[in-house]
């Protein structure tokens, strides 16, 4: 799928969502392939960069192209987020590597939940979010009430999702929505090198460490330290673990496999 293209740099894979005609508009297929491509690279690389276009990350769903298969009055929109929005952020949730988002341009609609699913999320000076369900006569679907208020809060999700205004880069990095605010020009070159970073770490510690940064965000304290009990048992009996060490006392990087 041209829409759709995957570049391998060293052990990171960058998969761009690609149609500039609708600014990166997702249709069904669109997702489903973007859920696939997911699947696919994180058995083949060790972090994974999500990116789009200069103009756009991703204006959300396609409401009028070809193939966006959505008819208001008729398409049953809740199907649509069964069968195709939420598999997709659940696969992104659930990766095995971490995921780097790199935002230029517009992320609007299911496109700023598609960025708020990135382990870390790098954006240019002019990019924007933009939670504007309303205004077409929708409910934020994709997560973005859960991911939002997580990030934010209820009262700044509430303002996000209510009024619909655009969240500019340094606002968004002022609310703790994004990691990094970079020059539009070396968005990309920046979420490569933190991705080139991840991938020489322990690729077994990172993955409990992002399974357990997403169950904290709707598990207690005590469901959380259980779970860090499984974990660290899992951790300690890696090889990664004893090459961790090795590398410590002898004052050299370690070599991961």
Known sequence: MTKLLTETHGAVSLIRVNDPA????????????????????????RAIVLAGRPEAFCAGANLGGPGGGISPGETDLG????????????????????????????????????????????????AYFAVAFGKIGLVPDGGAPWLLTKAVGRARAMEMMLLGDK????????????????ADDRVEAEALAMAARLAGGSANALRLTRQAAWAACGSTLDEELALEITNQREAGLHPDFAEGVAAFLQKRPARFG
Request: glycine share 8%; aromatic share 2%.
């Open 167 to 182: 969240v500019t880069a340094p606002q968004a990095l002022s609310w703790g929505l994004v990691n990094r605010v970079v």
């Open 22 to 45: 609708t600014r990166n508009a997702l249709t069904m297929e669109m997702i489903d392939g973007l859920c696939e491509a997911l699947a696919r690279e994180e058995t083949r690389a």
């Open 79 to 126: 199907r649509s987020v069964e069968r195709h929005l939420n598999p997709l952020v659940r696969k992104a949730r659930d990766l095995a590597v971490p995921l780097i988002c790199a935002v230029q341009g517009c992320a609007a609609g299911f496109g700023v939940s598609l960025a708020l699913l990135g382990d870390l999320i790098v954006t240019g000076e002019s």
